[in-house]
């Protein structure tokens, strides 16, 4: 089974740049949905991005739009999160996600139910 591993957390001051990145075990994946997710202390688990690799399209929650990319990095078999502009709200665990297998397009959102999952890596944003 396909293992993903996160990287790049840290801690930063507010207005500053992060870049997470999300590297599976296996050389060739067979997913075409991916995403990073997050979760802050005594909150639930949010979505941040998702990564279509079908149509090389993304999503984006409303808080991170404008701030977050999503991308994937072919040569590094990555998914990367290039975070901007952080703020302490984006304090949380981020944790990188896949679908199991290939997807449609609707099954690639926010609200899609994702059944791979990283460890997570912390991301702390101070003020």
């Known amino acids: 089974q396909a293992q993903l591993v996160e990287s790049g957390g840290g801690s930063v001051q507010a207005g500053g740049s992060l870049r997470l990145s999300c590297s599976t075990s296996r050389f060739t994946y067979n997913s075409n949905c991916m995403a990073w997710f997050r979760q802050a202390a005594g909150k639930q688990r949010e979505g941040v991005a998702t990564f279509y690799a079908g149509g090389l399209s993304t999503d984006y929650a409303d808080s991170v739009k404008g701030r977050f990319t999503i991308s994937r990095n072919n040569a590094k078999n990555t998914i990367d999160l290039q975070m901007n502009g952080l703020k302490p709200d984006d304090t949380a665990v981020y944790y990188c996600?896949?679908?199991?297998?290939?997807?449609?397009?609707?099954?690639?959102?926010?609200?899609?139910?994702?059944?791979?999952w990283g460890q997570g890596t912390q991301v702390t944003v101070s003020s």
């Open positions: 996600a896949s679908r199991s297998g290939l997807v449609a397009r609707v099954g690639c959102g926010l609200g899609a139910r994702f059944e791979i």
